[in-house]
């Protein structure tokens, strides 16, 4: 079946700081990637819709400029949280979609973001 | 407003029982409907489409009900097992997709 990677799956940054994360596709090519991110008991909630070598589409309420998507590749996309606050802190979690046309998502295992 | 609900209290049915969770919907048409299994701290993983033509989806012990109608889903897991404990996520697309809260499950021993 379809696999995604993230990395890293946990992180624990200072408040101010940038954390990289990486999504992949393993074993397909990915020409939609999104990013989630949810809290404790929560559902998961849409922060950005990438497509591989254009600009991410990002949800209302969600800052352009502190939650960086690239999707440089059909198998990589990365999300960067610039100045990294505590109220950042969450799990993270990226899921792609192939290119045959299907609609499940395939979702990676998730980064547990920890800002002190 | 668009909304989805699932059972937002957590399910526990006997082994071998089959477990039954509800999706319901309003003010969406969507084209499809999906389920997902969440483990603790784990990604979720994709389970069953069913699309608004079918009535009804089976993959191995599970099976999909979809009522345009009722504007609702159920998902069963029947000969449940504890393995199958876990937290089940429906979700809609419409202009983009939107997941429930989860229903979790819990399969008693």
């Known amino acids: 079946g379809a696999v995604v990677s993230q990395h890293p799956s946990r992180v624990i940054c200072k408040s101010g700081t940038s954390v990289k994360i990486e999504c992949r596709s393993l074993?397909?090519?990915?020409?939609?990637m999104f990013w989630y991110r949810q809290f404790p008991k929560q559902s998961l909630m849409l922060m950005a819709t990438?497509?591989?070598?254009?600009?991410?589409?990002?949800e209302q309420g969600v800052e352009k400029d502190k939650f960086l998507i690239n999707h440089a590749s059909l198998t990589l996309s990365t999300l960067t949280v610039t100045s990294a606050h505590p109220e950042d802190s969450s799990f993270y979690i990226c899921?792609?979609?192939?290119?045959?046309?299907?609609?499940?998502?395939?979702f990676g295992p998730g980064t547990r973001l920890t800002v002190t | 407003s668009q909304k989805i609900e699932q059972n937002s209290e957590a399910l526990n049915i006997q082994e071998g029982k089959t477990a039954t969770l509800t999706c319901n919907y309003t003010?969406?048409?969507?084209?499809?409907l999906q389920w997902y299994r969440q483990d603790p701290g784990r990604g979720p993983v994709f389970l069953l489409l069913?699309?608004?033509?079918?009535k009804e989806k089976r993959k191995e012990r599970l099976k999909v009900t979809f009522d345009t109608t009722l504007k609702q889903s159920l998902f069963h897991i029947t000969a449940s097992q504890p393995a199958d404990s876990a937290t089940y996520l429906c979700?809609?697309?419409?202009?983009?997709?939107?997941f429930g809260k989860g229903t979790r499950l819990h399969i008693l021993p």
């Open positions: 899921s792609a979609r192939g290119d045959g046309g299907t609609y499940e998502q395939y």
């Open positions: 074993d397909f090519q990915a020409t939609t």
């Open positions: 990438s497509n591989e070598g254009s600009k991410a589409t990002y």
């Open positions: 003010n969406y048409s969507p084209a499809y």
């Open positions: 069913i699309r608004e033509n079918e």
């Open positions: 979700a809609l697309e419409d202009d983009k997709i939107i």
